[in-house]
């Protein structure tokens, strides 16, 4: 175990004793073996099941609620938001809970990720499944919850491990850089994927709904009519299909993910249990001012974008490679301004709408790539100034997938409040001119405030490239001199 702050000095002995060549022969010692491609790629394919599924959900769901189940808005955002702030409990205590279990012969890390798996496949297929239409609509509420709650249970003992796996991968801080940006190109494509499987499964059903709504020119609240019973049993199958494929492909990615990763302890990260308690483990790591910075930028940024692709991320990976992490996200953000408004306004100009959206994909990328790209700084950081905190990993990676999911959730909450107050009614034809001024509102002036307040927090944020350099330095030292003190 390294000396705590007041045994700083040791660090800075190794330091100044390293003078000349004695200390670059000590660097190229405890230099680790560079990151092989294909853990890379399998721990990237890895993190696929988390954005396939919840881009699924954050798509489609809350049209399955309201249109399908024929849930009313208040019901479907009370699902949508006590789903997501169910994960205030799950994310946190799995943190706590995988930083306390032992290392065992398949790792520390990977059993979590194994054995979840099934649960997650099968709660994601119980979310699609649609009750019979005489249940009343306390136990349909029920139902639902239940199911998106065991599910995100089960996805928090999927993503933080696996998220955490991320300082367990061996090589440098390049290395994880790159590790990182591979893993945020899957995540982009299988957004793709996500979205794509499932509208292609679904979405030929909700046409054909919607040329119901056209012959009969009327308004359906409870379709009830004649002409879309049959449509609305096959919608409702093509649901279970489509979580069907989705779960088949979680089930492949966490295969490939076993198959291919190995959980790589190191000096700093010794992948024991951890000896603090939660609340003292908590309170640490919440005082450790550049996660708490972190945390609060990525928070407000998370929702911005969740209010409102994959061929950015090598650009953005390029871009904080030779300018920095904090120029990409000044930059990155400040592209999506302009396109969102732009989005708004414009509505029949259809080249003018594309190229927009694409400027908006591009900026995304920054969401993906950026904030788990630091995140690993600010852990190092954290353990060079606080040594005796050991194996807290999974705790900093809990939090973050926390205040994730608890933007998306908080975001999709408002959103249907908004259009229950606005006066949306499921299974209408047409819509009121309130629900779609609430729509424009949500999609621009709500999304560009919270950017700014993400770029403002960002201004704070105290890791530069100077202080990465200082910090790798450190690094080296620091395994050297662990090295040395355990030579078995």
Request: glycine share 8%; net charge positive.
């Amino acid at each position: 175990m390294l000396p705590d702050s007041a045994g700083d000095a040791p660090l800075a002995g190794l330091t100044r004793a390293g003078d000349g060549a004695g200390a670059s022969s000590r660097r190229s010692e405890v230099q680790p073996a560079p990151l092989p491609f294909y853990r890379k790629l399998c721990y990237a394919i890895g993190g696929a099941p988390y954005q396939m599924t919840g881009n699924a959900l954050g798509f489609f769901l809350q049209i399955f609620l309201l249109d399908v189940v024929q849930l009313e808005p208040f019901h479907s955002s009370l699902i949508l938001f006590l789903g997501r702030a169910w994960d205030a409990v799950t994310d946190p205590a799995v943190g706590f809970l995988v930083s306390k279990s032992p290392r065992r012969k398949l790792g520390k890390l990977i059993p979590w990720i194994v054995f979840s798996t099934p649960f997650g496949v099968v709660f994601y297929c119980m979310v699609w499944f649609t009750p019979s239409d005489t249940m009343p609509v306390s136990l349909k509420f029920l139902w639902y919850l239940a199911m998106y709650c065991f599910f995100q249970t089960s996805m928090s003992c999927y993503h933080v491990p696996y998220s955490s796996l991320t300082m367990f991968l061996g090589g440098n801080q390049r290395d994880r850089d790159s590790a990182t940006a591979y893993r945020m190109g899957v995540e982009v494509f299988s957004t793709l994927v996500g979205s794509g499987i499932q509208g292609q499964i679904v979405g030929r059903y909700h046409a054909s709904m919607m040329e119901s709504c056209s012959v009969l020119n009327g308004t359906l609240y409870n379709s009830t009519s004649p002409g879309l019973t049959d449509t609305s049993e096959n919608t409702r199958r093509a649901y279970v299909i489509a979580s069907v494929v989705l779960g088949s492909l979680y089930c492949m990615a966490c295969l490939i993910l076993f198959l291919g990763v190995k959980e790589q302890p190191g000096p700093l990260s010794p992948l024991g249990k951890a000896q603090l308690p939660f609340f003292h483990s908590l309170r640490i790591i919440l005082g450790h001012q550049p996660y708490v910075w972190l945390l609060c930028g990525f928070l407000f940024m998370s929702l911005a974008f969740q209010v409102v692709a994959s061929l950015s991320i090598p650009f953005w990976q390029w871009f904080l490679v030779r300018f920095g992490k904090k120029p990409a996200v000044f930059v990155g953000l400040s592209l999506i301004i302009p396109a969102l408004i732009v989005i708004t306004l414009v509505s029949h100009n259809f080249l003018v709408f594309v190229f927009m959206v694409v400027l908006a994909g591009c900026s995304m990328a920054v969401l993906y790539l950026l904030p788990w790209s630091m995140l690993p700084d600010a852990v190092d950081d954290f353990r060079l100034k606080n040594p005796d905190c050991l194996n807290l990993e999974a705790f900093f990676y809990s939090f973050y997938v926390f205040f994730n999911k608890f933007a998306g959730g908080l975001s999709l909450g408002i959103s249907t409040m908004s259009l229950h107050f606005a006066g949306y009614r499921a299974g209408d034809c047409t819509h009121n001119p309130s629900v779609i001024l609430t729509l424009r509102i949500l999609m621009a002036p709500v999304p560009i405030t919270l950017l700014l307040i993400a770029m403002a927090i960002f201004c704070f944020y105290p890791i530069d490239e100077e202080r990465r350099k200082q910090m790798r330095v450190e690094m080296e030292e620091a395994g050297h001199w662990a090295k040395n003190e355990n030579p078995g």
